[in-house]
């Protein structure tokens, strides 16, 4: 499976932006779709996820309430519509996915990781 990311770039803080991810290869077998982010000199952390089965959406509590992942009309496309961005949401955001309906925000469950977009909020 290929993962292409994209939608990143420069906004200010209350911002919105909708990354867009890009399922290629051997997609019969993904089961769920998750986002991530890398702030600097932190740790890959989980933003979202949703089980291809039944749509189920999970978000990290930081998010809740602003973005929403939501599954494309083209089968193998997901997005993540962010919206009231921070400063603190600056990173490079990756999408990936997982063969496992239970990956949730468990980032060793993922199987296939894209090459990250960079979203920068200014405040």
């Known amino acids: 499976v290929q993962l292409q990311a994209s939608g990143g770039g420069s906004v200010q803080a209350g911002g919105s932006l909708r990354l867009s991810c890009a399922a290629s290869?051997?997609?019969?077998?993904?089961?769920?779709v998750g986002w991530f982010r890398q702030g600097p000199g932190k740790e890959r952390g989980f933003v979202a996820s949703?089980?291809?089965?039944?749509?189920?959406?999970l978000y990290a509590d930081s998010v809740k309430g602003r973005f929403t992942i939501s599954r494309g009309d083209a089968e193998n496309t997901v997005f993540l519509q962010m919206r009231d961005l921070k400063p603190e949401g600056t990173a490079v955001y990756y999408c990936?996915?997982?063969?496992?309906?239970?990956?949730?925000?468990?980032?060793?469950?993922?199987?296939?990781w894209g090459q990250g977009t960079q979203v920068t909020v200014s405040s």
């Open positions: 949703i089980r291809r089965s039944d749509g189920n959406q």
């Open positions: 290869g051997r997609t019969t077998s993904v089961r769920v």
């Open positions: 990936a996915s997982s063969n496992n309906a239970f990956a949730s925000s468990i980032n060793r469950l993922y199987d296939y």
